[in-house]
């Protein structure tokens, strides 16, 4: 499969060994948390680069995208939301995304073959967290670009765009990821 970002080219999908996964996601944990702790009450009301809401937006999506796929699959909380995330002083939220993620490494460093559960595709845990930390970072639109991303993270958001815009998805430009309009803003309307 291959796929093309804005500024990047063509990603062509791969499936690296588990390490390189648990070691990009250990970096882009790093570089996330990084700039997410910089940003204040005020700086998380600016708009995500997507679109899709605020910066604080972006983040409690992030925590509850992360929440959900680290919970067993008959959990009935796991696809519950938590509002409180998009209520919460910056210094709650910066806290929960950083315990949050913590507890995903750790799980990826106890279980690193971890599949999410098949209703949300049954993709390695460690793929579709890495694409979810990468997109999250360019969507926060805080200066890391698509073009910032690493190369190693390319195949996990080409796993995560095809998951998301297969045959079910809507037929919306957005499909059904919230990072799909990342890629769609700088698409130009073809000329007649």
């Known amino acids: 499969m291959t796929m093309t970002a804005p ?3 063509p990603i062509h999908r791969a499936d690296p060994d588990a390490a390189l996964l648990l070691q990009q996601v250990r970096l882009s944990t790093h570089r996330l948390l990084g700039a997410t702790m910089r940003l204040g009450d005020v700086e998380l009301l600016h708009p995500a680069a997507s679109g899709l809401g605020t910066r604080r937006h972006v983040i409690a999506r992030l925590v509850r995208h992360a929440r ?3 919970a067993a699959p008959d959990d009935p909380t796991r696809g519950l939301a938590s509002d409180s995330l998009l209520k ?3 210094a ?3 806290d929960a995304l950083s315990t949050t993620l913590a ?4 799980r990826l460093d106890d279980q690193p073959s971890a599949r999410i559960p098949a209703d949300d595709g049954d993709e390695l845990c460690a793929r579709d967290h890495l694409a979810w930390l990468e997109l999250t970072h360019v969507d926060l639109g805080v200066g890391f670009e698509m073009h910032d991303i ?3 993270a390319l195949p996990a958001i080409a796993a995560h765009l095809e998951r998301w815009t297969t045959p079910d998805a809507t037929a919306t430009v957005a499909g059904n990821s919230p990072f799909a309009l990342l890629f769609a803003r700088d698409v130009q309307p073809p000329r007649r």
């Open 7 to 9: 500024e990047r080219g």
């Open 68 to 70: 959900r796929i680290m």
């Open 150 to 152: 690493p190369e190693a």
């Open 92 to 94: 709650e939220l910066i």
């Open 103 to 106: 507890m995903v490494v750790r």
């Open 88 to 90: 919460a002083p910056a």
